[in-house]
């Protein structure tokens, strides 16, 4: 039963445009949702989170949206640079604090 | 500021075997989480200290996982007997507090159970 969900486990972009990663979610109890991002052999780092009562988050270069009548958040990259290569996970706040994480987005950016 | 410690990096083990996992977090984080990530998956937490007590462990599999923090800052996490299914990366993480998800992850360590 997967409450979270990354449905692309791969996207691709060219460096400078704007990179658009997905996640889906099934309970309407979460109430708050992050974004971290991994590399390769390092443990993930916290990115930017959205509590549920806001519809967007803004942090330089990136922005989350949350859409709760669809369930669906999304993380917005501009301008993509190559650094930003990793994959990132979307994770929910469920009612005993405890997060539940999709499964990932690996993100490539193209030079 | 130093980061989450974890050791080993790599272990390779037979089934039945057992395995421990050391985790030492930031200092002065009275949080600390274990996960496990299987390969195409996101992080399951197997079990949350805050100081040395357990927070959360309904997710550990009590048979044949156990994990310690005596002194409310190291921990120890054993499996013992290991399963081919126990093969993923174990991440150690630690927080400020509960509900404070600017979590500082370990590298992690890679465990093939073979």
């Known amino acids: 039963d997967q409450q979270v969900k990354q449905n692309s486990p791969s996207l691709s972009v060219q460096e400078g445009r704007i990179s658009i990663l997905n996640c889906d979610y099934t309970n309407s109890m979460f109430d708050y949702f992050l974004w971290y991002k991994k590399y390769p052999a390092e443990g993930p780092t916290f990115l930017i989170s959205?509590?549920?009562i806001k519809d967007k988050n803004e942090d330089g270069r990136f922005t989350v949206f949350l859409n709760k009548s669809a369930k669906h958040l999304s993380l917005h990259i501009v301008p993509s640079q190559p650094g930003d290569s990793a994959v990132y996970f979307c994770a929910a706040r469920g009612s005993n604090y405890q997060l539940i994480w999709g499964a990932g987005t690996k993100l490539i950016i193209k030079p | 500021e130093a980061g989450v410690a974890q050791s080993p990096r790599y272990k390779i083990i037979e089934k039945r075997q057992s395995v421990a996992f050391w985790c030492n977090p930031i200092s002065g984080h009275a949080t600390l989480y274990w996960y496990q990530q299987i390969l195409g998956q996101g992080p399951k937490l197997l079990i949350q200290?805050?100081?040395?007590?357990?927070?959360?462990d309904s997710q550990l599999p009590k048979d044949r996982f156990s994990a310690e923090r005596l002194k409310g800052v190291d921990s120890t996490l054993k499996i013992q007997p290991a399963k081919l299914e126990d093969s993923a990366v174990y991440l150690c993480a630690s927080s400020t507090s509960t509900g404070n998800y600017g979590y500082t992850f370990g590298s992690g360590t890679r465990l093939t159970v073979v």
């Open positions: 200290f805050q100081n040395n007590g357990v927070v959360d």
């Open positions: 959205i509590s549920s």
